[in-house]
């Protein structure tokens, strides 16, 4: 997997078999960076890669018998994990990555929104949308995979969640791997500092075999089908005009649907008094099931690194005007010690956190140092 910020200096999109402007996107996978879709590979399902930096993942347990359960559960289950509220995120359960198990996505609506309008005014609409972490391949147990270049670190982890962070300052990535423990780490590309090194064979090459199986286009962002042809229009004329002179039917069916889903109901009631003997069900029969579930473990929440990614993320596009001497967690709050001289950093650095939605301050010391101050609130 080729980097972002390469794909526009190492060659044009005609040499690396981008179709015509004329002819339809029908395939390979493309790079959203600067607002503007990037060839990257041909000759693969149609596949936009989005930045890691606003997709946040997670390895959730769910140990439920159906999806449709576990999309109820869902919500509930990460709403502890992550700092907005999650009726301002589009949620996406992924494959089952160990048993009851399964990868989870995060992405505030704002950003999906914007995504998928840029993909469907290019004509990739059909094209699945995926965080480009997932062209690592996913490393053992316990393990990292890191692909470092010049701009930007991209970590894969052995439960199958990742996250990218700006590459400059180095600290960051070695910040977020004490918070994780210190997991051995094969890099993927620039080397790493020789404490994450993970040992003799630690080296391997990106894949994008990961790429399948991913698609952050579900629910209200599901892919749209293809246009249809003018006979199928005029098919789905008549099928319509049939439903309609069908609506007495259909509400008839209405009330047997009723009467099936009491029916249902009070199995789900018998069903829950047996794996729950003396359980309260109440009124609303789907909050009582969703009480009996796991609480999960006793660890708190992983604040830490949602928010460096957050800061990380609005320092973005000034990395080449600051870097940080100093990085310290507690008590809930971030505190980063900038050295930077430029007029107007201060202004600058507040705008940018302003914009990512970031609580925080930001003042000059005396020293002529700059310090950021910021929390989950």
């Given at each position: 997997?080729?980097?972002?910020?390469?794909?526009?200096?190492?060659?044009?999109?005609?040499?690396?078999?981008?179709?015509?402007?004329?002819e339809?996107?029908?395939?390979g996978?493309?790079?959203?960076?600067?607002?503007r879709?990037?060839i990257?590979?041909?000759?693969?399902?149609a596949?936009?890669?989005?930045?890691?930096?606003?997709?946040?993942?997670?390895?959730?347990?769910?140990?439920?018998?159906?999806r449709?359960?576990?999309?109820?559960?869902?919500?509930?289950?990460?709403?502890?994990?992550?700092?907005?509220?999650?009726?301002?995120?589009?949620?996406?359960?992924?494959?089952?990555?160990?048993?009851?198990?399964?990868?989870?996505?995060v992405?505030?609506?704002?950003?999906?929104?914007?995504w998928?309008?840029?993909?469907?005014?290019?004509?990739?609409?059909?094209?699945a949308?995926?965080p480009?972490?997932?062209?690592?391949?996913r490393?053992?147990?316990g393990?990292?995979?890191?692909?470092?270049?010049?701009?930007?670190?991209?970590?894969?982890?052995?439960?199958?969640?990742?996250?990218?962070?700006?590459?400059?300052?180095?600290?960051?990535?070695?910040?977020?791997?004490?918070?994780?423990?210190k997991?051995?780490?094969?890099a993927?590309?620039?080397?790493?500092?020789?404490?994450?090194?993970?040992?003799?064979?630690?080296?391997?090459?990106?894949?994008?075999?990961?790429?399948?199986?991913?698609?952050?286009r579900?629910?209200?962002?599901?892919r749209?089908?293809?246009?249809?042809?003018?006979?199928?229009?005029?098919?789905?004329?008549?099928?319509a005009?049939?439903?309609?002179?069908?609506?007495?039917?259909?509400?008839?069916?209405?009330?047997?649907?009723?009467?099936?889903?009491?029916?249902?109901?009070?199995?789900?009631?018998?069903?829950?008094?047996?794996?729950?003997?003396?359980?309260?069900?109440?009124?609303?029969?789907?909050?009582?099931?969703?009480?009996?579930?796991p609480?999960?473990?006793?660890?708190?929440p992983?604040?830490?690194?949602?928010?460096?990614?957050?800061?990380?993320?609005?320092?973005?596009p000034?990395?080449?005007?600051?870097?940080?001497?100093?990085?310290?967690?507690?008590?809930?709050?971030l505190?980063?010690?900038?050295?930077?001289t430029?007029?107007?950093?201060?202004?600058?650095?507040?705008?940018?956190?302003?914009?990512?939605?970031?609580?925080g301050?930001?003042?000059?010391?005396?020293?002529?140092?700059i310090?950021?101050?910021?929390?989950?609130?």
């Amino acid at each position: 997997m080729r980097p972002s910020h390469e794909a526009n200096v190492t060659a044009s999109a005609r040499a690396l078999g981008a179709p015509d402007a004329s002819e339809p996107l029908a395939a390979g996978v493309w790079t959203l960076a600067g607002g503007r879709l990037i060839i990257a590979e041909v000759g693969l399902p149609a596949t936009v890669l989005v930045p890691s930096e606003q997709v946040r993942l997670l390895a959730v347990d769910l140990p439920l018998p159906s999806r449709t359960k576990r999309l109820q559960a869902l919500p509930f289950a990460i709403e502890d994990r992550i700092a907005e509220p999650v009726d301002s995120v589009h949620i996406v359960l992924g494959e089952e990555v160990a048993p009851g198990r399964y990868l989870v996505a995060v992405v505030k609506h704002e950003v999906m929104a914007r995504w998928v309008a840029i993909v469907e005014e290019a004509g990739l609409g059909h094209a699945a949308i995926v965080p480009d972490v997932f062209g690592l391949r996913r490393p053992d147990e316990g393990l990292w995979a890191v692909l470092l270049d010049s701009d930007r670190a991209i970590v894969r982890a052995g439960d199958g969640t990742g996250f990218a962070i700006p590459a400059i300052p180095t600290k960051l990535l070695q910040t977020a791997w004490d918070a994780a423990g210190k997991p051995p780490a094969i890099a993927l590309g620039l080397p790493l500092p020789e404490e994450m090194w993970g040992g003799e064979g630690a080296t391997d090459t990106p894949s994008n075999a990961a790429y399948s199986g991913f698609d952050l286009r579900q629910g209200i962002y599901a892919r749209r089908r293809a246009a249809l042809t003018n006979v199928w229009r005029r098919l789905g004329w008549i099928v319509a005009l049939g439903a309609a002179a069908h609506v007495v039917i259909a509400t008839a069916d209405t009330v047997m649907l009723r009467t099936i889903a009491d029916r249902r109901e009070a199995d789900t009631r018998a069903l829950a008094a047996i794996a729950a003997p003396g359980a309260n069900l109440g009124g609303d029969l789907a909050a009582s099931v969703a009480d009996l579930l796991p609480a999960g473990g006793s660890a708190p929440p992983d604040t830490f690194l949602p928010l460096l990614t957050r800061v990380s993320g609005a320092l973005g596009p000034l990395s080449g005007a600051i870097n940080v001497r100093a990085i310290n967690y507690q008590a809930n709050a971030l505190t980063l010690d900038l050295d930077g001289t430029e007029p107007g950093l201060v202004g600058r650095i507040d705008a940018a956190l302003r914009a990512s939605r970031v609580p925080g301050s930001v003042t000059r010391s005396p020293d002529g140092s700059i310090r950021i101050t910021a929390s989950n609130a």
